[in-house]
């Protein structure tokens, strides 16, 4: 079992930025891909980075793409994301995940373990 927490949610204003933490616990020695997803309210789910522990390849989804920065340090089984030039469209819960495996997927099945969420509030 993995156990994630999310924390470095809060309101920031539109073009403001925020950094998102997540801290990995438990069995984390072969969790390779680790991810951050957003659901805004009526909205599923969204894919929005993810980060190889392997070797640091990256992944986002178009709409963060030159925005957000995904980032990861595996002495400390921690994953980051640095989010700059927030947009209202940006405010939603923001979920930390990870899988075993080192596909970098979208999808939310292909990730097992989840976090509670911190929610982040863009205001325009």
């Known amino acids: 079992q993995v156990q994630l927490v999310e924390s470095g949610g809060g309101l920031v204003q539109a073009g403001g930025s925020l950094r998102l933490s997540c801290a990995a616990s438990?069995?984390?020695?072969?969790?390779?891909?680790m991810a951050w997803f957003r659901q805004a309210p009526g909205k599923e789910r969204e894919f929005v980075a993810a980060i190889a522990k392997s070797d640091g390849t990256t992944r986002y989804g178009d709409s963060v793409k030159g925005r957000f920065t995904i980032s990861r340090d595996n002495a400390k089984n921690t994953v980051s994301l640095q989010m700059n030039s927030l947009k209202p469209e940006d405010t939603a819960v923001y979920y930390c995940?990870?899988?075993?495996?080192?596909?970098?997927?979208?999808?939310?099945?292909?990730?097992?373990?989840w976090g509670q969420g911190t929610q982040v509030t863009v205001s325009s």
């Open positions: 995940a990870c899988r075993y495996g080192t596909t970098l997927y979208s999808l939310q099945r292909m990730y097992a373990y």
């Open positions: 438990g069995r984390t020695f072969s969790t390779d891909a």
